[in-house]
């Protein structure tokens, strides 16, 4: 008696490429991460542990071994949670006027399909190229221009209407991949807490203190996880060159001395070759370099992402990308 065919198995999870972390992280922001947050938690639980055996001693001592029902686990159980809970209360401090402009802009803020169409359709594509929950959106009115994402559930990512007018479409597209990749890496919790413990006042300080514990011992995690969103970045919009536009963009928007047009950072960005019979670019080099050197992060982060887009691990993660890109049935971009 013939055998009945199996029924082909339908393509599971697993069997999907998915962009992970180790893919496009920078070299040394993990052990910069666990150095602050790890070393941090591991006094709580030092002083936990001399509290439980400072406690146990005093039982045995003052009224004889009454066992472990005599210990202070209350207090013991508070030392333990109290970096996760600072973390938590930083970061919400950090985003309640976020939250509260939030609320007040209504529904009509948030990105959907049925009134920003068109972010709403990138929004989904970078989310499904990350391989994560599409992150709300919210677009709104204010005088300044920004873009940012904050924790919570899926993410969020905030932008107000100025920053969105500010930059072409290919522009904004490497902007929101910027965030989406803070999200994907999932950065901002910690990310907004440190930043807002620096500017918060003496009181909160205080209150707050293993946060600054936090910062200190992690004072350069916070470019390392900008590096790594840079290259989340690069892969999502298919190069580093418009990465590198827009921060610079970005940069110049809040420098009043900036003599940066966005037709010379175009040219200076794409230019290669000999440029020493070109008087114009010439010129353009050497004051859009100086704006660059004068902002060494930002010199950091478009080396940095230069190096890791020309070098085989960003090989391996473009070509990953590529087969993500086929797999979820999307065109591949022109690179550069």
């Not at 146990?56 to 001592?61: V, W």
């Not at 992150?135 to 899926?154: K, R």
Request: charged share 20%; hydrophobic share 45%.
């Amino acid at each position: 008696m013939a055998r009945k065919a199996r029924p082909r198995s339908k393509k599971t999870k697993k069997d999907e490429l998915i962009l992970k972390l180790s893919d496009y992280q920078f070299p040394g922001e993990k052990q910069a991460y666990w150095t602050a947050v790890g070393v941090t938690y591991g006094l709580f639980i030092a002083a936990a542990a001399f509290v439980a055996v400072s406690n146990y001693n005093g039982i045995m001592n003052s009224t004889g071994i009454k066992g472990l029902q005599g210990m202070n686990w209350w207090f013991i159980g508070n030392l333990l949670v109290i970096p996760l809970l600072m973390i938590l209360a930083g970061n919400y401090l950090a985003t309640l006027h976020t939250k509260k402009k939030i609320k007040k802009a209504g529904r009509q803020a948030k990105v959907m399909a049925n009134n920003f169409l068109d972010i709403h359709k990138l929004l989904t594509k970078q989310a499904t190229l990350a391989g994560i929950k599409v992150p709300h959106m919210y677009i709104l009115e204010d005088d300044a221009p920004y873009m940012y994402s904050i924790a919570g559930g899926p993410g969020t990512i905030v932008a107000t209407q100025l920053m969105r007018e500010s930059f072409s479409e290919d522009e904004f597209e490497a902007l929101l991949a910027i965030e989406m990749g803070h999200v994907k890496s999932r950065h901002m919790s910690l990310k907004l807490a440190t930043q807002y413990i620096t500017n918060a006042n003496p009181l909160w300080k205080l209150l707050l203190f293993p946060l600054l514990i936090i910062k200190f011992l992690g004072s350069g995690w916070s470019d390392l996880a900008d590096y790594t969103a840079d290259r989340c970045a690069a892969l999502l919009v298919g190069g580093s060159s418009i990465v590198n536009i827009v921060m610079v963009k970005r940069a110049a928007m809040f420098d009043k001395q900036a003599d940066v047009s966005t037709e010379d950072l175009h040219a200076y960005v794409e230019s290669s070759g000999d440029i020493s019979t070109d008087a114009d670019q010439m010129e353009r080099r050497f004051r859009i370099g100086n704006f660059i050197k004068s902002h060494p992060n930002l010199q950091d982060r478009i080396e940095t992402l230069n190096d890791f887009v020309h070098s085989e691990e960003g090989a391996a993660a473009f070509e990953k990308m590529a087969q993500i890109r086929a797999q979820a049935g999307l065109n591949q971009p022109e690179t550069g």
